[in-house]
T-cell receptor
Framework: KAGVTQTPRYLIKTRGQQVTLSCSPI?????VSWYQQTPGQGLQFLFE???????NKGNFPGRFSGRQFSNSRSEMNVSTLELGDSALYLC????????????FGPGTRLLVL | GESVGLHLPTLSVQEGDNSIINCAYS??????FIWYKQESGKGPQFIID?????DKRQGQRVTVLLNKTVKHLSLQIAATQPGDSAVYFC?????????FGAGTRLTVKP
């Protein structure tokens, strides 16, 4: 069974731009969660989607948004990028929901210049 | 200005020795706990989980111990191998709210 895939793997943007990251969960998994990982803050929860609905949300500004499609694939978008948004963005999928046997993708490393 | 990063605790062990990695969690209502391993350049990899109604769970070469009284979780790795070198972090879950620890860097010396 294929694992969680994320595209692109690496991305360089400049301040003020926007970015869209994509995540394909493990087949059969309906929950997709997004996390931001930085050396300064560690791993922080962004949001969780289940059956195309946002079910949980972390403490991030409205510039961070996401959506989930009917095939469970998910995208997250960051608008008006700031230098501090440079991070590894991880997606995790699970059958039951965030917090239960999550499997992570390799991440997208975003660098904002 | 200078950015300040998380200072990860480190654990250095000799190949073949047992490793014990500790984690203190914050929410006494958390009912599910997971240990992850993250190698450089990769996403976190699920190792083992435990529910709050248990105090011990064993996997292949790994054991997780849960002490709810002091809100402490530990991961024991038997016969540590060079491939075990990574950052290990715990996660606690309460009603689908996942919180992660900062992690411990394990280095295995040959």
């Amino acid at each position: 069974k294929a694992g969680v895939t994320q595209t692109p793997r690496y991305l360089i943007k400049t301040r003020g731009q926007q970015v869209t990251l994509s995540c394909s969960p493990i087949s059969g998994h309906r929950s997709v969660s997004w996390y931001q990982q930085t050396p300064g803050q560690g791993l922080q929860f962004l949001f969780e989607y289940f059956s195309e609905t946002q079910r949980n949300k972390g403490n991030f500004p409205g510039r961070f948004s996401g959506r989930q499609f009917s095939n469970s694939r998910s995208e997250m978008n960051v608008s008006t990028l700031e230098l501090g948004d440079s991070a590894l963005y991880l997606c995790a999928s699970t059958k039951e929901g965030a917090g239960r046997s999550q499997y992570f993708g390799p991440g997208t490393r975003l660098l904002v210049l | 200005g200078e950015s300040v990063g998380l200072h990860l605790p480190t654990l250095s062990v000799q190949e073949g020795d047992n490793s014990i990695i500790n984690c203190a969690y914050s929410n006494s209502a958390s009912d599910y706990f997971i240990w992850y391993k993250q190698e450089s350049g990769k996403g976190p990899q699920f190792i083992i989980d435990i529910r709050s109604n248990m105090d011990k769970r064993q996997g292949q070469r790994v054991t997780v111990l849960l002490n709810k009284t002091v809100k402490h979780l530990s991961l024991q790795i038997a016969a540590t191998q060079p491939g075990d070198s990574a950052v290990y972090f715990c996660a606690e879950n309460n009603n689908n709210d996942m919180r992660f620890g900062a992690g411990t860097r394990l280095t295995v010396k040959p």
